[in-house]
C-alpha cells in the first residue's frame, strides 16, 4: 500500500471511532480543508486532522507528524497545523484512538504507553491521557 492509502485506512479507523461513541461525522466536500472530518457533539463542531502513528521504542511509545506536506514548483513544501486550521488531531495505534489538541503538538507529537527504562516521569505525554473516550468526556 501506498502512503495515501495508509492515511485514509487511518481516517476511516479514527472515523469510526467517533461513531461508534455516539458522535455525528461531517465529512467536507473535496479535498482542500486542512481537516479530514467534522465531530457534531451536540452541536458543537470540531475539525479533526487524522494522522497515521508510527511505533517508537519497540512499541513503548508511538508518534505521528503534525504537519502535511505537498510540493509546489518542484519543491516539497511542509505545512505545521495550527488552530486557525484544525482542532485536534486523531490517531489511532493498537486498536485504541487517541485525540490531541492542536496546540499540543508541533512538528511532531510522540506518546508513551510504557513507562521510560531509565524511570523518567517529567515531560512524558501519556497515551492514557489521550484517549478519545477520556478526551471526549470534557466536551
Known sequence: MNSKQIGNITELET???????????????GDCERY??????????FRIQSKTS??????????FSGRSCHRKD????????TNDEIDYFVTSF??????????ECGADKRLRILPTKNGQVRGITWAKDYELEEVVKNW
Open 36 to 45: 479530514d472530518f467534522v465531530v457534531d457533539a451536540n452541536g458543537k463542531f
Open 15 to 29: 472515523m469510526l471511532a467517533f461513531a461508534k461513541a455516539g458522535f455525528n461525522v461531517l465529512t467536507p466536500y
Open 94 to 103: 493498537e486498536g485504541k484512538c487517541y485525540l490531541i489538541p492542536v496546540e
Open 74 to 81: 518542484g519543491k516539497i513544501v511542509h505545512h505545521t497545523y
Open 54 to 63: 508510527h511505533s517508537n521504542d519497540n512499541g513503548a511509545s508511538f508518534s
